[in-house]
């Protein structure tokens, strides 16, 4: 393993690590509502546990409502059970044809505890990436240890993946700061 392959392999890890911050930033609710706040249920669909969106039309009809539209309409109570039992906050609403969630604006105390969770999964994050540092810099280390590079492209491989953990960490912050002005704005 060469010097570059191992700054891509570190690049490409940490750029991971934030699309799955991104992904998980997705799932808190903010003023709007989004339908990813529904990504993690899944409904048994002939013995298999299927995402909402793949059994019917999912839609934020406006800031605060969703409405799910099954494909088949004796899915609806399946629906309706998984909902209640994700706890997402709100009961679903079923007439019959669909599944309605109306969600009530959020106070200003639920705001800053999501923008608390934005904080703690923007923590994690970091973790991986120094995690993911660590991991590249023993490789490094271990190319030196082998006289693969010498002692002077080991130090630099070290402080081009430090460069590379700072624009991840910096990236991370901006990001979550992002995310918390978002939650706070009324």
Do not use: C
């Amino acid at each position: 393993m060469s010097l570059q392959e191992i700054y891509n392999h570190t690049q490409e890890s940490m750029n991971k690590s934030i699309e799955s911050m991104k992904k998980e930033f997705s799932t808190l609710r903010s003023g709007k509502v989004s339908v990813a706040i529904l990504d993690h249920i899944r409904i048994s669909y002939y013995d298999t546990p299927t995402p909402l969106n793949q059994i019917g039309s999912v839609i934020a009809q406006d800031a605060s409502t969703i409405v799910i539209t099954p494909w088949e309409k004796n899915l609806l109570k399946e629906i309706e059970r998984a909902i209640q039992e994700a706890n997402i906050g709100v009961n679903p609403n079923n007439d019959g044809e669909t599944i309605k969630l109306f969600f009530p604006p959020m106070t200003s105390e639920q705001r800053k505890e999501i923008a608390k969770e934005a904080k703690n999964i923007g923590e994690k994050a970091k973790i991986a990436i120094r995690n993911i540092r660590k991991d590249s810099n023993d490789k490094v280390k271990k190319l030196e240890k082998d006289k693969v590079v010498s002692e002077d492209e080991s130090k630099k491989g070290q402080e081009e993946i430090q460069k590379l953990t700072d624009n991840a960490v910096k990236k991370i912050d901006e990001l979550v700061k992002h995310k918390e002005e978002e939650l706070l704005k009324i």
